[in-house]
């Protein structure tokens, strides 16, 4: 199932969705077109790495920069197109209300502060790690939980196959956001024990954002507008 679109209209105009999407975007072309020795130190530097985490946190002489900056720049950077452009549609179908409830300032915390939680859940899950992983999901995981207890009830104009053909549905909220959640879910658990040289998504940072945005939501929303 792929969402296309909300019906739930919004009061004002998404500044801080558009934003982190320009800034996403603007990012993955400096990576796109970088040559490759630039692309690897710029992994290297910046993307969470999660064993030199747990390294400076057992007391090995692992710099602060490379162990913790990490969990905030890696969620600016991305591993490909397709890996960009799911993020940032995502974020775009649920970002705006979302940042229409909370306030630009409260949705830029909601933001940052769900992608740190997914840098955890990803750190605590595959502690041995030495693969630079990076990617907005958990930052958007949030926004995602954040509207599932906001907007529970507003339709998603969703694409669902149906046997060889594909179709359009409006599907309540809850059950698109509790379905993909429960496929985070069921796919990081089947992940764990995998070797840590293996490549892979971060499914428990999906998990970690996600739920880190309830919270949130709940004490940065506002009043609803009438």
């Known amino acids: 199932m792929i969402p296309l679109r909300d ?5 004002s ?4 969705t558009v934003a982190l999407i320009v800034v996403n975007t603007a990012i993955f072309f400096y990576e796109a077109f970088a040559s490759e020795v630039q692309r690897e130190a710029l992994f290297a530097s910046y993307a969470l790495i999660p064993v030199r985490t747990t390294a400076f946190f057992s007391g090995q002489p ?23 452009i799911g993020n940032m549609w995502f974020l775009w179908i649920f970002g705006d209300n979302v940042e229409d409830r909370t ?13 740190l939680a997914g840098s955890v859940g990803h750190v605590l899950f595959s502690a041995n790690s030495a693969l630079p992983t990076v990617g907005a999901s958990g930052a958007i995981s949030g926004v995602m939980g ?46 764990l024990g995998a070797d840590a040289g293996q490549g892979g998504v971060a499914w428990f940072a999906h998990v970690g954002g996600f ?15 009438k």
């Open 146 to 191: 954040a509207y599932l207890i906001t907007f529970p009830r507003a339709r998603i104009l969703t694409l669902v196959p149906i046997v060889i053909f594909l179709t359009t549905i409006e599907i309540p909220a809850f059950i698109i956001l509790l379905y993909w959640l429960l496929l985070q879910f069921l796919s990081g658990a089947a992940s």
């Open 62 to 84: 692992v710099p602060a920069s490379e162990a913790l900056f990490p969990f905030f720049t890696s969620m600016f950077l991305h591993g490909g197109w397709m890996h960009l």
């Open 211 to 225: 739920a880190a945005g309830i919270p949130l939501m709940l004490v940065l929303r506002r009043p609803r507008r």
């Open 103 to 115: 306030g630009r300032l409260g949705y830029v915390l909601l933001y940052l502060a769900s992608g």
């Open 13 to 16: 105009f998404p500044w801080i």
């Open 7 to 11: 019906n739930n209209p919004r009061h």
